[in-house]
């Protein structure tokens, strides 16, 4: 079964930290630009970060630069988010998805559409409260 994985969730006290993991089952994540979405209760989806299929290249949503890194590790068919500094309104199911293409990948941190997405993990919820 072709599917992402999510895992590393769960509740924090605002400042801390948590790093999220994103494993592929029945692919390579070789050939995939990985990115990370998130979704708060009442709230659309979002872009967080995305990553390219070497790692070379990397974006950030502007309300979450400086305080998370996104990182890969092709060998483990493994993708990272490690979120430091978290706040309350981190709070959401985070989500893992992989498209072939750069592009397609950076449209919908911009704009999310889902469209031309080729896998979709089930989400891991992050709350982030004291």
């Known amino acids: 079964q072709l599917q992402l994985v999510e895992s590393g969730g769960g509740l924090v006290q605002p400042g801390g930290s948590l790093r999220l993991s994103c494993v592929a089952s029945?692919?390579?994540?070789?050939?995939?630009?990985i990115g990370w979405f998130r979704q708060a209760p009442g709230k659309e989806r979002e872009g967080v970060s995305c990553?390219?299929?070497?790692?070379?290249?990397?974006n950030y949503a502007d309300s979450v630069k400086g305080r998370f890194t996104i990182s890969r590790d092709n060998a483990k068919n493994t993708v990272y988010l490690q979120m430091n500094s978290l706040k309350p309104e981190d709070t959401a199911v985070y989500y893992c998805?992989?498209?072939?293409?750069?592009?397609?990948?950076?449209?919908?941190?911009?704009?999310?559409?889902?469209?031309?997405?080729?896998?979709w993990g089930k989400g891991t919820l992050v709350t982030v409260s004291s």
């Open positions: 990553i390219s299929s070497r790692g070379s290249s990397t």
């Open positions: 029945g692919f390579t994540l070789d050939n995939y630009v």
């Open positions: 998805a992989a498209s072939t293409l750069w592009g397609t990948m950076a449209m919908n941190m911009r704009v999310m559409t889902g469209d031309g997405m080729d896998y």
